[in-house]
């Protein structure tokens, strides 16, 4: 295991009387992709969101590089430029250019001169393929277009770590594909990512470690090969057996 970037110790979080996440422990690497999957309601989202205090946590702690999550204000904005977040809904500005929404976080938040942040962005927004719609709007954008553009709009932040919820599920089954693709060579080049998926062959391709789960708990976590091929637990096998039929 490399230097661990995120660590989880004994979270738990309820919603009223719903146990959420049950003393979760989960440790990521820098550079380690970790795909969380499970059946709807097992937490995956809530624990993805408490990874930059989106969700607050009831006991535990979570620290990102060392530091322990803020509880609110300059630090917390500060961590949240570390900790990019893409998620089942674009959230762009819908009356900025694709150019501005990549530009904005940079210039506000990082204080980057314009004309340093613009060249930076038009790269990102190279990298993701949708460098010619720089100067759209995102409705004028498809939607697998402007989910590559949310991810852009991620990385000009010079995040740490990455989170992704579910973030192709709104997405056309053709636009799939292209998002995942930007999210295989973003893994490939070593960023740190937490993504939570129904993508089974992302999952196959680009983890490093399924974390398996079930009513708010960790379940089981292995490599995906071991996973897919030999779930150890029962509730694995009954998940892996109802989605890999179809």
Do not use: W, Y
């Not at 380690?32 to 006991?59: A, Q």
């Amino acid at each position: 295991m490399t230097e661990p970037l995120v660590v989880l110790k004994d979270v738990n979080k309820h919603f009223g009387d719903l146990h959420v996440l049950r003393d979760i422990n989960l440790s990521i690497g820098k550079g380690e992709v970790v795909v969380v999957i499970g059946p709807s309601g097992s937490g995956k989202s809530t624990l993805c969101r408490t990874i930059n205090r989106l969700e607050t946590i009831e006991s535990g702690s979570i620290t990102i590089d060392g530091q322990a999550l803020p509880e609110e204000g300059k630090e917390l904005a500060q961590l949240r430029a570390d900790v990019g977040m893409v998620f089942q809904s674009f959230n762009l500005f819908s009356h900025k250019s694709i150019l501005d929404n990549v530009t904005l976080g940079p210039i506000k938040a990082r204080r980057t001169p314009k004309a340093e942040a613009e060249k930076r962005a038009m790269e990102l927004l190279e990298r993701v393929g949708v460098a010619h719609q720089a100067q759209k709007l995102p409705a004028q954008l498809s939607g697998g277009q402007q989910q590559r553009v949310a991810i852009a709009r991620s990385l000009a932040m010079d995040p740490k770590v990455m989170l992704f919820d579910e973030p192709t599920s709104a997405l056309d089954p053709e636009m799939i594909n292209e998002v995942l693709d930007v999210m295989v060579a973003l893994a490939k080049d070593g960023m740190t990512m937490v993504v939570v998926t129904h993508e089974m062959g992302f999952a196959r391709k680009a983890a490093n470690r399924v974390v398996f789960m079930a009513d708010g708990a960790i379940v089981e976590e292995q490599e995906p090969e071991a996973f897919f091929t030999a779930p150890k637990s029962d509730r694995a096998k009954d998940f892996l057996g109802k989605i890999l039929t179809h």
